[in-house]
């Protein structure tokens, strides 16, 4: 076999220039198989759920929970409860790293698990976003002497891991 009909090996074809847009359908639809990686909801299907992450598999015909396990069937009453959402995947940066693409920091997820994801991050950024502006009206206004010098709380531990 000549060089040029070579076939790119699996593992080495991702090293080659490739746009995010392929990335993601791999991610999506090859690894994931169409599926939210975290609760197993289908991509572009409505679902009915119950807005606490338990959802009712149509194709398997029973409910599982938000980490897409089976569970028994809703004690309370679905019908006022349920909700239809129609399903979208996302490919998402588990590390909220968008430069780093390695599959392994990767992952398809619905709209539900890609907000609840993204949620600690989100509230991350905040509070620096809060904590540069009151760095900068304490260095061009000076301090805060009617709040004390340790007004500024410590980052919340719940912040600080992973
Ligand atoms: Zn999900």
Redesign the pocket.
């Known amino acids: 076999m000549s060089d040029d009909l070579m076939p790119i090996r699996p593992e080495h074809v991702f090293l080659y220039p490739i746009d995010w847009q392929h990335i993601s359908h791999f991610i999506r639809f090859k690894r994931a198989g169409g599926v939210?990686e975290?609760?197993r909801?289908p991509h572009g299907k409505r679902v009915f759920h119950l807005g606490d992450g338990r959802w009712w598999d149509a194709e398997r015909l029973y409910w599982r929970c938000a980490k897409g396990r089976r569970v028994r069937r809703p004690a309370e009453d679905i019908l006022t409860r349920g909700k239809w959402t129609k399903v979208v995947l996302a490919c998402a940066h588990l590390h909220h790293n968008p430069s780093d693409s390695a599959f392994d920091k990767l992952a398809a997820?619905?709209q539900?698990?890609h907000m609840i994801h993204d949620a600690p991050e989100h509230r991350r950024r905040r509070w620096l976003n809060a904590h540069c502006r009151r760095a900068l009206g304490d260095l061009f206004h000076g301090p805060y002497p009617e709040r004390g010098a340790d007004w500024i709380t410590p980052t919340p531990i719940s912040m600080l891991e992973s």
């Open positions: 939210c975290h609760c909801r997820l619905c539900r698990c």
